[in-house]
């Protein structure tokens, strides 16, 4: 299976905003809820946020609620992160991945393969 690809990540200074994508094949966004999961240097990866097939269920991490949107178009096979208001804390490698959610939980599957992320960093 071809990893899911991240982009968008960059350089910002703490209140600043930012907007990942993630895109892939319809054999994953057809069928799958969807994630943003980042993993900070000496740190374990965590779930961010995750979205249902039909955008019915979202879920977001205590940490990020209300400063992040997770969006879906499964038209064009992508995934979206609008992070606004960030801090210091939200630096790490963000990752999307098929994902299980029922908007109270966000887990990656099982046999995910992780992409190569893309980088945020927030300086205060």
């Known amino acids: 299976q071809v990893p899911l690809v991240e982009s968008g990540g960059g350089s910002v200074q703490a209140g600043g905003s930012l907007r990942l994508s993630c895109t892939g094949s319809?054999?994953?966004?057809?069928?799958?809820?969807m994630g943003w999961f980042r993993q900070a240097p000496g740190k374990e990866r965590e779930g961010v946020s995750c979205?249902?097939?039909?955008?019915?269920?979202?879920y977001y991490a205590d940490s990020v609620k209300g400063r992040f949107t997770v969006s879906r178009d499964n038209a064009k096979n992508t995934l979206e992160l609008h992070m606004d208001s960030l801090r210091p804390e939200d630096t790490a490698t963000y990752y999307c991945?098929?994902?299980?959610?029922?908007?109270?939980?966000?887990?990656?599957?099982?046999?995910?393969?992780w992409g190569q992320g893309t980088q945020v960093t927030v300086s205060s």
């Open positions: 979205i249902s097939w039909s955008g019915q269920w979202k």
């Open positions: 991945a098929a994902a299980y959610t029922d908007g109270s939980y966000c887990r990656a599957q099982s046999d995910t393969e």
């Open positions: 319809a054999s994953i966004f057809d069928v799958n809820a």
